[in-house]
C-alpha cells in the first residue's frame, strides 16, 4: 500500500476510535428505557437522531409488535442521550394484511394541536367491509379529521401518544364512522411530531402493556377429577360366615 493511502487508513481509523458511544434513554412516558447506543465525537453530533423500537420491546405487548414508535434525540448528559416521542409508524406487512381485495381503502391526513402544544402530522386509515362509494369515503375522511383534532385538543401529549398505541383513539373514530357505513377497521397509520411543546410532567404515569384479567379461581375438584385412587380392599366377610377354629382339645368332625 502507497505511503499515502496508509496515511488516509490511519487517518480514518483514529477519528473512529475518536468517537464515544452514548446510551440513548426513551422519555418518562416510556420509563426511560434504555433503547440502545449511538456513537459521536461530540454530543452536537447526537442531537437530532432518530431511534426506533417497537412497542412489544418497550411495554412487552405482544400484541403491539407491528407498531414502531420513533425517538428524537434531544437532550445529552454526560453519555446519556435523552429522547422525546417524534411519531410512530406501522409495519408493512401488517398494513397489507388490512387491505384485501373487495374491501375500500380511506386514507386521510390531519394536522392536530395538543393542549400542551404539540403539533402532530397524524394519517389515520379506515377500511371498510365491501366496497364503498366516494361520497361515503368523503364522509368518513370528514369524521376522521372532525374526530382527531377535538381528542387532540383535549390531551397532553403523553395522553394522546398512551391513546394512540393501546388502540383507544382509532376504536373512538371507528365508533363514530360507522354510522355511515360498515368498518372493517380504522388504524393511525403514521404520525410524526411537526413542532415539540410542553415537556411532559415527569411524574406522568407511564405507557405500560395493559393488566392481564386475572384468570378465574378454579373450583375445588372432586376427587373423580383427581388421578383415580387406588382401589379400596374388600373387607373381610364377617366371622360368623367363616366356620369357627376348632377349639384345643376338641376334634373337628
Avoid: C, N
Wanted: net charge neutral; hydrophobic share 35%; glycine share 4%.
Amino acid at each position: 500500500m502507497p505511503p499515502k493511502q496508509r496515511a488516509a487508513a490511519k487517518k480514518v481509523k483514529d477519528k473512529w476510535r475518536a468517537k464515544e458511544w452514548y446510551k440513548l434513554y426513551a422519555p418518562d412516558m416510556f420509563s426511560k428505557m434504555q433503547l440502545g447506543e449511538s456513537p459521536s465525537d461530540t454530543p452536537e453530533g447526537l442531537m437530532g437522531r432518530i431511534t426506533e423500537a417497537t412497542v412489544q420491546d418497550l411495554t412487552g405487548d405482544f400484541s403491539k409488535m407491528h407498531i414502531k414508535i420513533k425517538f428524537k434525540v434531544h437532550e445529552v448528559k454526560g453519555l446519556d442521550a435523552h429522547t422525546i416521542f417524534y411519531g410512530h409508524d406501522l409495519t408493512s406487512d401488517y398494513v397489507r394484511r388490512l387491505t384485501r381485495r373487495k374491501r375500500t381503502k380511506t386514507d386521510s391526513v390531519v394536522d392536530v394541536t395538543t393542549k400542551d402544544g404539540w403539533e402532530i402530522r397524524v394519517k389515520p386509515m379506515a377500511v371498510s367491509e365491501q366496497r364503498i362509494q366516494a361520497s361515503q369515503e368523503t364522509a368518513i375522511r370528514r369524521i376522521m379529521v372532525d374526530d382527531l383534532k377535538r381528542i387532540a385538543s383535549d390531551l397532553t401529549i403523553g395522553e394522546f401518544v398512551r391513546m394512540l398505541i393501546m388502540g383507544e383513539l382509532a376504536k373512538k373514530i371507528s365508533d363514530a364512522s360507522k354510522i355511515i357505513v360498515p368498518i372493517k377497521r380504522i388504524e393511525i397509520r403514521r404520525s410524526e411530531v411537526t413542532r415539540a411543546g410542553k415537556m411532559p410532567e415527569p411524574g406522568e404515569a407511564p405507557i405500560m402493556a395493559p393488566e392481564e384479567p386475572p384468570a378465574p379461581e378454579e373450583p375445588e375438584a372432586e376427587p373423580a377429577a383427581q388421578a383415580p385412587e387406588a382401589p379400596q380392599p374388600t373387607p373381610a366377610p364377617e366371622t360368623a360366615e367363616q366356620p369357627a377354629a376348632p377349639a384345643e382339645g376338641e376334634k373337628s368332625e
